[in-house]
């Protein structure tokens, strides 16, 4: 069975804090991962799009990296704010699939207070 | 503004009824999905279509049903034969390999 996982569920941290979410996922033959926000009641917003070429990809104080033989993703914030509160939610094409169909982990639900 | 509008933002659906969710985008892209989430849960994949007039069942498709007549529409029946619609519901478009969510709606039973 196709599956991505996340660790932890939930995770709350102090303003400030360098932080690591942790995606794993069934598919080591998957050619790319992605990282989506959410905020509560709404939709997802795509943060960063690794390629399985690719072992790190950056945007600001978000990196992701990507590790195709241990089947792990890890999103790490620098130096978090409140303003970073959401969920995170990772999504593969498991299966080989090539038409954009998306599996994804339930998402680690965020909480950086003052 | 491009984007994708998905309304309304709640719906409620009476005992027996089918209801309509829509999803517009303005993006040009070829691929929407249809996507369901529930507390707690990840997103399931309900229906995708990869181009206009064509459309392919997901993982939970039991009680939905789509279609696809023009490029910018793809909206999603919920019908009767779903017995638990309960949900938030997202629609998404596809351009590359990343995909672009609409604000979803919530759909309660009355």
């Known amino acids: 069975k196709q599956e991505v996982t996340q660790i932890p569920a939930a995770l709350s941290v102090p303003e400030g804090e360098n932080l690591v979410l942790n995606c794993s996922f069934t598919?080591?033959?998957?050619?790319?991962l992605q990282w989506f926000r959410q905020d509560p009641g709404k939709g997802l917003t795509s943060l960063l799009l690794?390629?399985?070429?690719?072992r790190e990809q950056t945007s600001g104080r978000l990196n992701a990296s990507l590790d195709k033989s241990s089947g792990r993703s890890t999103l790490y914030i620098a130096a978090s704010q409140p303003g970073d509160s959401a969920t995170y939610l990772c999504?593969?094409?498991?299966?080989?699939?090539?038409?954009?169909?998306?599996?994804f982990g339930r998402g680690t639900q965020l909480t950086v207070w003052p | 503004d491009g984007g994708i509008t998905q309304s309304p933002k709640y719906l409620f659906r009476k005992e027996g009824q089918n209801v309509t969710l829509s999803c517009e985008q303005n993006l040009n892209h070829d691929a929407m999905y249809w996507y369901r989430q529930d507390p707690g849960q990840g997103l399931r994949l309900i229906y995708y279509?990869?181009?206009?007039?064509?459309?392919q069942k997901g993982d939970i498709a039991e009680g939905y049903s789509v279609s696809r007549e023009k490029k910018e529409s793809f909206p999603l029946t919920v019908t009767s034969a779903q017995k638990n619609p309960t949900a938030f519901y997202l629609c998404?478009?596809?351009?590359?390999?990343?995909?672009?969510f609409g604000p979803g709606t919530r759909l309660l039973v009355l």
């Open positions: 690794i390629q399985s070429s690719q």
């Open positions: 279509s990869q181009i206009v007039n064509d459309f």
């Open positions: 998404a478009s596809r351009f590359g390999e990343t995909q672009y």
């Open positions: 598919d080591s033959a998957i050619y790319n």
């Open positions: 999504a593969a094409p498991l299966g080989g699939s090539t038409l954009g169909r998306l599996y």
